[in-house]
């Protein structure tokens, strides 16, 4: 962690000491892609489909464990888990500090689908803009979007329990793609990840996350009164989502994009997910599922975080 200490202005988290066993830790890394794959499939069918509302407990959301998910519903879908295999094989290429410019490249040459601020970083790369240089809002107008922080998960796994460092990876790839609160929503997101390799209480994992980012931020404020609203009422998810619909989704601004795909918006979704879902995995991702917008995004990564914290071993078997 001390290797990268310097180069990231906003590193905060604080870092104890965790010991795992090698099964351990595998089982806590394949967790943590189940756990997005499967909260993805879970959400997949109801993407979009409630804007600023919840869906109602009496819609059933339907699983089935035999569902040939790549063959069936790839098309896109898994976004959340093709991007962060990119970003690793960039690691893997050109080390733990590979250039901004091959996270650029590798997103601008890449022949699957991409939406929003990827679609963008892909046309800006073949148009020949701002090659290796931070996206910003002049060649990438959906920068708050929340493509980023579907995709970080990457950063916390490739760091157990030093969020500093899972930072650093995720503002490697991040700052290819999103800027602004779309790259803080990321880095949370990473921050989380890896914090969840030394604690399965979301609580902490939640709050502490929160110190990798500048307490000025809007985001810090916005996952902030998720948390004291969880503390106030830790009973009613219900209760707080409306409670951020009326402070923050109805006041939207449309300069920060499109309101259903941005980032704070959703990231309050998978707050929400891990700290009223009380270490059930499936109450979880159904929970972020059911907060509505990117329904499929959001309980991926829930799901892959508290799949994280638990190990895969202990994923219920319907899902595994």
Known sequence: AALFAASFAILGCSEEKAELSKSELADKIKGGWAGQIIGCTYGGPTEFKYRQKIIPDDVKIPWNENWPITTTIFGGLYDDLYLDVTFMDVFERFGFDAPLVEFHRAVGESSYN?????????????????????????????????????????????????????????????????????????????AMYSLAFESDDMKFVASEALKALPAESRIRKMMSDIIEWHRQDPSDWKAAWRKFEDKYVKKHDDNFGSCHIHAPNNCAYILLGLLYGNGDFEKTIDISTRCGLDSDCNPASSGGILATAMGYSKIPAKFR
């Open 114 to 190: 991409l939406w929003a601020a990827n679609r963008a970083a892909r046309f800006a790369w073949l148009d020949g803009f701002q090659r290796g240089e931070p996206t910003s809002w002049k060649v990438n107008p959906t920068y708050n979007d929340i493509d980023f922080q579907i995709e970080a998960d990457y950063a916390g796994l490739m760091a157990p329990a030093m969020p500093n460092v899972a930072v650093k990876f995720a503002e490697a790839a991040g700052r290819a793609i999103n800027s602004n609160d779309g790259l803080y929503c990321g880095a949370y997101v990473a």
